[in-house]
């Protein structure tokens, strides 16, 4: 069902395409950066060298969390889920950052302090729990590479520099899934940016939309060994259960993203010597292609990488929405641009015209 036009998105499920303003996800994943990637989708072009660079500088400066927002940061409950505490993180940056917070074009910075600040807000959780030292803004590091250093405490190598860049890269947007449509519904009001990502970050939440990459690892390491894959996809399909990282509502063919990862999941495993997880995974698609017919979506393969970064799963989801960020932002920028209240309609199927019996009549 068509909800409304975009020019940001094009997704072909049929022949499994997706492109972002027009580019081909497996062009941008090979040869783009993620920062260039969203001044594509916020700008609908690719920038030049010196856009491309302001940009970049600009999103480095403004990483820094301000203090009333690292102090009740740090009021958090130490069992707050990741998920919880980076929604909330936003929704108060918008009271500490009123100006960020228009609902027209101006919203543009509020995208690039969004983006800039996520990972830190994600270094700063990850920190607090293990008792890292603060946050240092480290200039000198692209988005990706600040993105996991603040998480790891630790300087990635180029290799994972680039896997990271890639996965942000492919996360980045994709039409309106269930959080996209949550932004544009939020936006559609004239409420304000801030306010529109908030909805995203909570419905991207959910274990059938971003939160699938967490339970993946949770699946693989319930698995265990490469012979017991049939015994448990069998034993969940007999529950009606669903195997994350697969299926999909628009693609009826592999998903573009997961064959990329698949070859990073690879890639990262023969790095570090360890291909357990890419093994599992392999013999999990047979499987459940050949009992389901069903084929990879971007969740399977994504937290393989990540836990071979040393990456904790669950930040698996706060990752996608550190990308999904300037999907989401993207589009709550065309939306103002193409303003119409988002007001769908319910095919009624509840009774009607039933007598009203007073409280004490009532059994
Ligand atoms: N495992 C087992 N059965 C499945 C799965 C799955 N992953 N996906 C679909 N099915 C079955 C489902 O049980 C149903 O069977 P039946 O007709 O016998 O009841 C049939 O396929 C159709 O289900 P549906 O929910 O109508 O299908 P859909 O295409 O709308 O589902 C989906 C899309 C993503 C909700 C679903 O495939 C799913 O639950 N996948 C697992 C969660 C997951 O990996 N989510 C990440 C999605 S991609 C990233 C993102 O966009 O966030």
Redesign the pocket.
């Known amino acids: 069902m068509v909800a409304l036009e975009s020019r940001i998105c094009f997704i072909d499920g049929k022949r499994g395409r997706l492109l972002y303003q027009g580019y081909d996800i497996r062009d941008l994943a090979e040869r783009s950066t993620f920062e260039e990637v969203a001044y594509l989708l916020w700008n609908g072009r690719l920038p030049k060298a010196p856009e491309l660079s302001e940009l970049s500088g600009r999103l480095k400066d403004r990483r820094a969390l301000p203090p009333p927002l690292v102090e009740e940061l740090d009021r958090a409950p130490p069992t707050a889920g990741p998920m919880d505490v980076v929604r909330t993180a936003v929704s108060s940056l918008a009271m500490f950052e009123p100006g960020e917070t228009r609902a027209d074009a101006s919203a543009i910075a509020g995208a690039e302090r969004l983006t800039a600040v996520l990972p830190s807000i994600l270094g700063h959780l990850q920190r607090r729990r293990l008792g890292l030292p603060p946050l240092r803004p480290r200039p000198d590091l692209s988005h990706a590479a600040y993105l996991l250093y603040a998480i790891l405490d630790r300087d990635p190598s180029e290799l994972e520099t680039r896997a990271m860049d890639v996965a942000l890269i492919l996360h980045a947007d994709?039409e309106l899934?269930?959080s996209t449509f949550a932004a544009r519904v939020t936006a559609s009001t004239l409420s304000d940016l801030y306010s529109a990502v908030t909805s995203a970050i909570g419905t991207?939440k959910g274990?059938?939309?971003?939160g699938?990459n967490e339970r993946v690892l949770e699946l693989l390491d319930e698995i265990g060994s490469p012979d017991r894959v049939e015994e448990v996809v069998h034993a969940k399909?007999a529950r009606?259960?669903?195997?994350?990282?697969?299926?999909?509502?628009v693609y009826k063919v592999e998903?573009p993203r997961a064959a990329i990862l698949r070859e990073w999941s690879r890639r990262i495993g023969e790095a570090k010597g360890n291909l357990r997880y890419y093994e599992l995974l392999r013999r999990l698609e047979d499987v459940v292609h050949r009992e389901?017919r069903?084929y990879p979506?971007?969740?399977l393969y994504s937290g393989s990488v990540y836990a071979l970064f040393g990456i904790p799963a669950d930040l698996f989801t706060p990752i996608f929405a550190a990308s999904r960020i300037t999907g989401w932002t993207a589009h709550v920028l065309e939306e103002y641009q193409d303003l119409r209240l988002i007001r769908p309609t319910a095919r009624y199927i509840g009774a009607v015209d039933l007598p009203y019996l007073p409280i004490a009549q009532r059994n």
């Open positions: 994709h899934n269930a991207l274990p059938l939309h971003g699938a399909l009606k259960e669903r195997l994350m990282g697969f299926g999909h509502r998903d389901k069903l979506n971007v969740d």
